[in-house]
């Protein structure tokens, strides 16, 4: 079993910047990639970014690419996603997966945190 804690969340106003934070219990064998999923109210969760622990390039939405960077502190077992230009639409509750494999389908993660508020004030 793995947990995952997700933090950093918080009320900012448009155009700022913000760090999201999910540390993991433990690596193993089923939780070799790392993403966040968002989720605002009415709608499905959606795709933010992936990377695996192994390290390479994370992958992102269209809807945050150029804005938001993911990456990783192996030696901590955290992952850090790096939000900036926020914008009113970016709001969501934030959270992080874990799983086996590196995809964009939500219904692939074994593992979910308890997700983060973001909100995002015009």
């Known amino acids: 079993q793995v947990q995952l804690v997700e933090s950093g969340g918080g009320l900012v106003q448009a155009g700022a910047s913000l760090r999201l934070s999910c540390a993991a219990s433990?690596?193993?064998?089923?939780?070799?990639?790392m993403a966040w999923f968002r989720q605002a109210p009415g709608k499905e969760r959606q795709f933010v970014s992936v990377m695996r622990w192994s390290g390479g390039i994370a992958s992102y939405g269209d809807s945050v690419k150029g804005r938001f960077t993911m990456t990783a502190d192996s030696a901590k077992n955290t992952v850090y996603l790096q939000m900036s230009g926020l914008k009113p639409e970016d709001t969501a509750v934030y959270y992080c997966?874990?799983?086996?494999?590196?995809?964009?389908?939500?219904?692939?993660?074994?593992?979910w945190g308890k997700g983060t508020q973001v909100t995002v004030s015009s």
């Open positions: 433990r690596r193993t064998f089923s939780s070799v990639a």
């Open positions: 997966a874990s799983g086996v494999t590196s995809a964009r389908d939500p219904g692939t993660y074994t593992y």
